[in-house]
């Protein structure tokens, strides 16, 4: 488990649930963006329940292992979501194109 440190307070929550939360908080930073997530949590009473934070360009968050008695905290389908995002807000990767520059007449391939 993970305890992440964010502004004035701290959350608890699994390890790849952590993990994907500070990758997509440094992909917005990236991309000047915001968002607000609505995340997995163990909450001070021991339950699970969902915690909601705003990431931005100028969120600073800190993730250290803590020592937890329960059982890790998984939520696939978060982690998936939010590996999502972070892909989204990537670097655009080429893609294939099926007609170069077959058919073009006079190209200049100096000029590419």
Same mark, same amino acid.
């Given at each position: 488990? $993970? +305890?992440?440190?964010? =502004?004035? #307070?701290?959350?608890?929550? #699994?390890?790849?649930? =952590?993990? *994907?939360?500070? $990758?997509?908080?440094?992909?917005?930073?990236?991309?000047?963006?915001?968002?607000?997530?609505?995340?997995? =949590? *163990?909450?001070?009473? #021991?339950?699970?329940?969902?915690?909601?934070?705003? &990431?931005?360009?100028?969120?600073?968050?800190?993730?250290?292992?803590? +020592? @937890?008695?329960?059982?890790?905290? +998984?939520?696939?389908? @978060? *982690? $998936?979501? &939010?590996?999502?995002?972070? !892909? !989204?807000?990537?670097? +655009?990767r080429a893609? @294939?194109? $099926?007609?170069?520059?077959? #058919?073009?007449?006079?190209?200049? *391939?100096?000029? &590419?």
């Open positions: 488990m $993970k +305890r992440i440190h964010y =502004a004035s #307070g701290s959350l608890l929550t #699994g390890d790849a649930i =952590a993990d *994907v939360l500070v $990758k997509y908080a440094a992909a917005l930073a990236v991309n000047t963006a915001a968002a607000e997530v609505r995340a997995p =949590a *163990v909450l001070e009473n #021991g339950e699970v329940g969902e915690i909601m934070m705003l &990431l931005g360009p100028a969120s600073q968050i800190l993730a250290e292992t803590e +020592r @937890f008695d329960g059982p890790e905290l +998984r939520d696939d389908d @978060f *982690v $998936k979501g &939010l590996q999502d995002r972070v !892909a !989204a807000l990537g670097p +655009r893609t @294939f194109v $099926k007609l170069g520059t077959e #058919g073009v007449d006079d190209i200049d *391939v100096d000029m &590419l």
